[in-house]
């Protein structure tokens, strides 16, 4: 394990508080992505933004990534800022590309509504809880999702 991930407090918290929350922890350049199973991720999410020497009470960004053939298939990204202590954290969770579902970010971060509906329009995962989960940027008749791999290059004829 890095120096610097060991010694970063979110990570030593949460290693605490919910150890089998984290499926893996990487640390590179002073940046510390932390991977953690969906089944944890409300409790997570939770304790990031009301722990007291934490308080990551702003979500900054929440995309995908695709990895298609592997699996699992895509990774979810969540960018959070602590505006008290000026802390960076990256969150990602790994999902099947069968039917990928997550559970929405909106009631613990409103930031993440516009955010879960791009990424639910571009990649087709579904944000469980969601409010309003609809198409953002393509039309409703849309087919497909276009930042998928297996999206073909010219589009749907």
């Known amino acids: 394990m890095a120096a610097d991930l060991k010694e970063n407090l979110a990570f030593q918290k949460l290693q605490e508080f919910a150890p089998a929350a984290i499926e893996d922890a990487l640390a590179f350049r002073g940046e510390v992505t932390l991977y953690i199973r969906s089944t944890h991720l409300l409790e997570v999410w939770e304790f990031l933004r009301d722990q007291p020497s934490l308080k990551f009470s702003f979500l900054a960004d929440v995309t995908a990534l695709d990895f298609y053939p592997q699996e699992p298939r895509f990774e979810v990204v969540y960018h959070l800022l602590s505006m008290e202590t000026g802390q960076r954290l990256r969150l ?16 613990v971060w409103p930031s993440a509504n516009s955010f879960e509906r791009e990424v639910f329009d571009l990649f087709g995962i579904a944000f469980e809880g969601h409010p309003f989960l609809q198409r953002i940027l393509l039309p409703e008749e849309w087919e497909g999702h276009p930042l998928r791999k297996d999206y073909p290059t010219e589009g749907y004829r």
């Open 92 to 107: 990602k969770v790994r999902i099947a590309g069968d039917n990928p579902r997550l559970q929405s970010a909106v009631p």
